[in-house]
């Protein structure tokens, strides 16, 4: 019988899944494309081709766009510039929902008690190979009774007016239309990776 490690998927917020003390470092998919420096080929409008022996691994992300009153929640790792919505990845056999809770009583320390779908945002980026994410959003409001702030040392929790959001890097990128979008319409939307 043959001992086989499963590898997980990278985390997409720049740390380790391996050492969670160890510094965050940069990626390949710390950019809004690839600039064809990967092991897949960097095509002149960012898109990826993948070598025929890298096919890409596919990875499910749940993700909460979160108001504290008129003010939007957002997600940075400790001394990086960039950030992103409260979230993580879809375990085998876990619903979308129930991962969201499951992070949001882990990193937060609440569960909401109604959730809107907000949209999806599919990531292609390279990692040592390329990786292929789909990030399901919903929408919910920070509960009253909520001691607001983040459960891990890592990860700061920060709320930003909405006419601040134009001055923050988000990752993935298109998390910035799409909380936009939601703001303004409060309609669902499927953001692409080339859109």
Do not use: C, K
Not at 38 to 48: A, C, K, L, P, V
Not at 158 to 184: C, K, Q, Y
């Amino acid at each position: 019988m043959t001992n086989q490690r499963r590898r997980q998927p990278p985390d997409p917020h720049g740390g380790s899944r391996r050492d969670p003390q160890r510094r965050p470092h940069r990626h390949s998919h710390d950019h809004d494309h690839d600039n064809g420096h990967g092991r897949g080929h960097g095509e002149s409008d960012g898109r990826i081709t993948p070598q025929p022996d890298s096919p890409p691994l596919r990875t499910l992300y749940a993700r909460v766009l979160l108001t504290l009153g008129d003010r939007v929640v957002v997600a940075n790792r400790r001394g990086a510039p960039w950030y992103f919505l409260l979230g993580g990845h879809v375990r085998p056999g876990e619903g979308v929902e129930e991962a969201l809770l499951r992070v949001l009583r882990r990193t937060a320390g609440f569960e909401l008690r109604s959730l809107d779908f907000v949209g999806a945002v599919e990531h292609i980026y390279l990692d040592g190979r390329p990786w292929h994410q789909v990030n399901i959003v919903f929408a919910g409001e920070v509960p009253r009774y909520a001691d607001f702030g983040s459960r891990i040392d890592e990860i700061d929790l920060v709320t930003l007016s909405p006419f601040a959001l134009d001055g923050v890097e988000f990752r993935p990128a298109h998390l910035h239309p799409m909380i936009t979008n939601w703001i303004t319409r409060r309609r669902p939307h499927w953001y692409g990776p080339w859109s």
